[in-house]
């Protein structure tokens, strides 16, 4: 899903893309980076870590369980609420 819009609104306005390491959202603002184990926020701190099949938070408690391609999309949103 490398530089393609993977999530759109009802309106089909891009929500955010992912280019393999940096989530922006559609203004091209850094929302969160991602290295394939963690997700850190804007500031560098680390919000969540993903094995794989589980998102944990920053105190290793599961917030949610999905396949790969799932999770990505799901940790945008819960970047951008934490």
Do not use: C, P
Request: hydrophobic content about 45%; aromatic content about 8%; glycine content about 4%.
């Amino acid at each position: 899903m490398r530089n393609e819009y993977f999530n759109k609104n009802n309106d089909l306005k891009t929500v955010a893309r992912f280019d393999g390491k940096t989530l922006r959202d559609a203004f091209s603002r850094k929302i969160a980076t991602f290295d394939g184990k963690v997700l850190r926020d804007a500031s560098l701190k680390k919000v969540a870590t993903f094995d794989g099949q589980n998102l944990r938070d920053a105190s290793s408690k599961i917030i949610l369980s999905a396949d790969a391609e799932v999770g990505i999309v799901v940790m945008a949103f819960v970047a951008e609420l934490i």
